[in-house]
């Protein structure tokens, strides 16, 4: 084999070095994370009990429902009820709402984080310079990465997948809180100061609001980069519709693969487009024209 | 150095405000007081002139415009008075109080009571309804939510827009918009208004009915307002008082009037050259001296010499007190040269004289003077005789050629 490039230092070491350091972590360190995130994964396990618990003839026509408020129109609801009625069909109940419920929580977590670092970043050009190459490193690492050190930090199951789908999908919702807020009409924000606004005050009734359109639509994102991780995330034992898209391949079973695809692209659909109407309601004002 | 503006009364005070943006502002700060120009300031230093060395005194009451081209520093100037921008070096004083030296708080209470101020683009917050923008000041002071409101309706009744306070800013054309902006900077009860372009986003029709309105509302609120402007003509109508801009430099600050008869220099010579004139230069300005002589003494002999030695158009017939009594034109002088004193005594032959005050705007006297066969009196509250404005010097008075004679009396 040729071997064109000198081994200038000892990878050998260098590599040895990190993974003990991280062992060293994990021994010391993991049994008080994993009961440091506990909680996290009674969260995770209470909304998926919920979701399983509230029958199939309450859950469909109650995001119908949901749908139905947000767009104040009936294609949406009947096609959330077509999309979720076929997920059952298919035999995916289950496995949705384990999807379901890593989502929602990785999201929830995802928006707790994303919108506070999103906004100090905002009010910092330093803090802005060294977030956006992180946030550059964070979407551009194969997510098979995270993976590892999360296994070997809770070992397999839901705590590590849920962590490394926020990982994955908070830097959207980060990036856009920030850019949302810089991009407020500075006019407003120089008025709102002239009118002696304090900084919270600037915050609260400026430049949340005014940036909610490019903060929902990080949102949207998030839900989505959220969504697609499901399938990597159940390969470290997340279960839902990623597990059936994984025995589909390990099985090379076409029809289980499909099925499962199809239910999460339903779930994608219904998701999606609901942060997308709700957002369009929350910024009713913008609809109307110049009359 | 520099011009000078002082005021009686003064409700603001900036003294020697200089401002320089660039990356080392205080070094570039000596380079002020010399020749250097902001061309060769900015080639030196990197640093952008803001303002430079300006010093302005502003009464209270009254309208104050900065005028000048984009660039000229007038936006960055009435952004020192509510510290909006600090300055690099000078004083800014409202009611005496040092606003640079103020602490965050303090400044806070400036901007919540004192000083209020509406934006070229409105600056509204477009997810509130009129009412909540009105309210916007009232609410960052802590007033109640009820009271806040109940204050924000009352001066949008007083600006017009009752029936409009649910309406969302996007729902109103932009003369409409900025009267919600007024009304915000009038809720807050400040007694000083700063007004960046505030009318020069609107359409010609639709700015000036918002001058009317501003006029109308200052007779009875008697705020100070500083407004800015680059529209001579808006500045000419609405402003007590007039300061020009150029290149961060005050040029000449002054009333309408004394900028439009004595430009101070080339650039704002330039500025009021297309101005309209007649609307603003007052009779005065207009007037020439003309040759008199009492009912007494009148005669053919006494009369050829005064019209041929004052070059006066006209012979004004004066009472003992210094009243006009009767004209005669020149045309009649030439006409009846060596007719019989009587003749001029005949009140058949002398024409009835109008009168105007020195201070009407020449537009207002125009018809009169159009329609007489004899040039205008002008006199004083006593009714004497100051001089006269022929269609020949109006005329010239707008076309801003008029003689050396504005200092008639």
């Known amino acids: 084999m040729a071997d064109n490039f000198p081994d200038l230092i000892d990878m050998r070491a260098v590599r040895s070095g990190i993974d003990s350091w991280f062992n060293g972590i994990v021994s010391s360190y993991g049994q008080a994370l994993e009961t440091a995130f506990l909680p996290v994964l009674r969260l995770l396990n209470g909304i998926e009990a919920f979701l399983l618990w509230v029958p199939w003839y309450v859950l469909i026509p109650a995001v119908a ?6 767009t104040r129109d009936w294609k949406m609801p009947v096609a959330v009820i077509v999309m979720l009625f076929l997920t059952g069909l298919l035999g995916l109940w289950e496995p949705a709402m384990a999807t379901v419920a890593l989502m929602l929580t990785a999201t929830l977590f995802a928006i707790v984080i994303g919108i506070p670092v999103g906004i100090f970043m905002s009010f910092s050009n330093r803090l802005q310079s060294i977030m956006l190459p992180v946030l550059d490193v964070m979407q551009t690492m194969p997510i098979f990465v995270y993976l590892i050190p999360f296994v070997m930090l809770f070992g397999p199951g839901k705590i590590p997948a849920l962590l490394a789908t926020i990982v994955f999908s908070v830097p959207p919702l980060i990036r856009l809180t920030n850019l949302g807020i810089r991009e407020v009409n500075p006019e407003v924000i120089e008025a709102v100061t002239a009118f002696g606004a304090t900084p919270m005050q600037k ?11 490019t903060i929902m639509a990080g949102i949207n994102q998030t839900t989505m980069m959220a969504l697609s991780m499901v399938v990597i995330a159940s390969m470290i034992g997340a279960g839902g519709l990623g597990y059936e898209v994984l025995q589909g391949i390990q099985r090379l079973d076409v029809s289980r693969g499909l099925f499962a695809g199809l239910g999460i692209v339903f779930l994608a659909i219904i998701f999606d487009r609901l942060v997308q109407a709700y957002g369009k309601r929350v910024q009713k004002h913008l609809e109307a024209g110049n009359t | 150095m520099g011009v000078q503006a002082q005021v009686t009364n003064p409700k603001i005070k900036i003294e020697r405000v200089s401002k320089l943006f660039g990356p080392d502002p205080q070094a570039a700060l000596p380079l002020l007081d010399t020749a250097a120009t902001k061309a060769e300031i900015m080639e030196k230093t990197g640093n952008v002139v803001g303002l430079r060395n300006v010093s302005l005194e502003i009464a209270g009451g009254s309208i104050f415009v900065v005028m000048g081209l984009s660039g000229s520093g007038k936006s960055t100037l009435i952004r020192h008075i509510n510290r909006l921008i600090e300055p690099t070096a ?11 030296s103020l602490a965050e708080n303090a400044l806070r209470d ?6 209020s101020m509406v934006f070229q683009n409105f600056g509204l917050l477009p997810n509130k309804s009129v009412l909540d923008n009105v309210a916007l000041g009232l609410r960052f002071a802590g007033t109640g939510n009820s009271q806040a409101r109940e204050l924000a309706m009352q001066q949008i009744e007083r600006v017009g827009l009752k029936g409009f306070e649910k309406q969302y800013p996007r729902q109103l054309s932009g003369g409409m918009q900025q009267r919600v902006g007024l009304a915000r900077a009038l809720a807050t009860n400040a007694e000083i208004l700063l007004m960046d372009e505030a ?3 609107l359409d010609p029709l639709i700015r000036h009915d918002m001058q009317a309105q501003l006029l109308e509302l200052q007779s009875d609120l008697n705020k100070t307002i500083v407004f800015i402007t680059h529209d001579l003509d808006e500045a000419l109508r609405i402003g007590d008082r007039i300061a020009i801009l150029n290149d961060g430099s005050l040029s000449q600050c002054g009333t309408g009037e004394e900028i439009l008869l004595h430009p101070a220099d080339d650039y704002v010579k330039r500025f009021v050259q297309n101005v309209d004139r007649g609307r603003i230069i007052t009779v005065a300005a207009a007037a020439r001296p003309v040759a008199t002589t009492t009912s007494a003494e009148i005669s053919s002999d006494k009369i050829a010499p005064l019209v041929a030695a004052e070059g006066a158009q006209t012979v004004f017939i004066v009472n003992d007190a210094g009243q006009p009594t009767g004209v005669i034109p020149i045309t009649s002088v030439e006409h009846h040269a060596g007719a019989e004193d009587s003749f001029w005594h005949d009140p058949k ?5 109008k009168s105007v005050s020195p201070d009407t705007i020449l537009a207002d006297a125009l018809s009169d003077v159009a329609e007489s066969e004899a040039p205008v009196a002008v006199v004083d509250e006593q009714g004497r ?10 005329l010239l008075a707008m076309a801003g050629t008029n003689g050396p004679s504005e200092d008639m009396v």
């Open chain 1, 65 to 70: 429902l949901i749908s139905f408020a947000a």
């Open chain 2, 385 to 394: 005789l100051l001089g006269a404005v022929s269609r020949q010097s109006a």
């Open chain 1, 203 to 213: 915050l609260f009734a400026a430049q949340l609001p005014l940036a909610t359109p």
């Open chain 2, 90 to 100: 000078g004083r800014i004083l409202v009611d005496d109080t040092d606003v640079v």
């Open chain 2, 349 to 353: 032959n002398v024409l009835p004289v």
């Open chain 2, 110 to 115: 400036l901007r919540l009571h004192r000083v």
């Open chain 2, 199 to 201: 009318f020069s986003a």
